[in-house]
């Protein structure tokens, strides 16, 4: 199909471009297989579904789609592995603790590939025209910039900071589960979070001048991630199981 590739803006032949990587899908169908537990669950706004394929499309022409597939398989190789192996979380070395209990982690020995991994996530759920996405958005002014970046064009832009959690194993597991991306705003910026196999994505945007707040535990900027329980996380989906309808496959398997 032919259009205008999103990242490069050439008129190219385009791919079905997949917002949450394939790989991620991949995995959670074989650990859903092992464990007999459903496929796929995925939470969109108040609705739970369970999906067979993933949500894509036309997005990319095939030359950029590769560009964002480098970054997804090194990330692919340091999140949560089929076997329970976590890569990530044994290569950084703790260096300190957080007021509320997280331990800080020196990350210099993680791929940099996870920074433009999580910016072309988030570009991705941005500029697609997916009814699941409509509540990510970056606004024009960093569509663009993140596009740029993620093009090679230009380096990371000024007004970012990305914020990585490593999960640590605790019950109920959730470093299996992945949250698509999604956005609102907290004081002056606005906040961009999704969750993929052990390691959760927190990217601040905006924020007339109170991002160097976050510059100390910052990926981008410090090379440092946080390990945690991701105990936010449970809350929030617990409250949000509570107010989900279930749609399609779930709605008709869910009393099983
Ligand atoms: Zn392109």
């Not at 969109?44 to 369970?50: K, N, R």
């Not at 964002?68 to 090194?74: I, K, T």
């Not at 009814?131 to 970046?149: K, Q, T």
Request: aromatic share 8%; proline share 5%.
């Amino acid at each position: 199909m032919d259009g205008i590739c999103k990242l490069c803006n050439q008129l190219k032949d385009l791919r079905d471009s997949h917002i949450v990587p394939r790989w991620s899908h991949r995995r959670l169908v074989r650990v859903g297989e092992t464990t007999g537990m459903p496929r796929t669950i995925q939470v969109f706004d108040d609705t739970a579904m369970v999906l067979a394929t993933q949500d894509s499309e036309h997005l990319l022409c095939a030359e950029c789609e590769q560009r964002f597939g480098l970054w997804e398989n090194a990330v692919a190789r340091v999140a949560v592995q089929p076997d329970d192996s976590f890569p990530a979380l044994d290569r950084v070395a703790v260096i300190g603790a957080a007021a509320d209990g997280r331990k800080i982690a020196d990350a210099s020995t993680l791929p940099d590939d996870l920074i433009p991994f999580a910016l072309s996530i988030l570009w991705r759920a941005s500029v697609c025209g997916l009814e699941n996405y409509r509540n990510v958005s970056l606004g024009a002014r960093y569509n663009e910039e993140f596009r740029a970046y993620l093009h090679g064009e230009t380096p990371i832009p000024d007004n970012v900071r990305l914020l990585v959690q490593l999960l640590e194993p605790t019950e109920p597991r959730i470093d299996r589960l992945i949250v698509p991306p999604e956005s609102d705003a907290i004081g002056a910026y606005h906040r961009h979070q999704f969750l993929i196999f052990g390691m959760y994505f927190y990217v601040a945007v905006g924020g007339a001048g109170e991002l160097h707040l976050l510059d100390e535990e910052s990926l981008d900027r410090n090379r440092r991630v946080s390990i945690g329980t991701g105990d936010f996380i449970r809350r929030n989906l617990a409250l949000r199981v509570a107010g989900v309808q279930a749609r399609g496959a779930f709605a008709r398997d869910g009393n099983r």
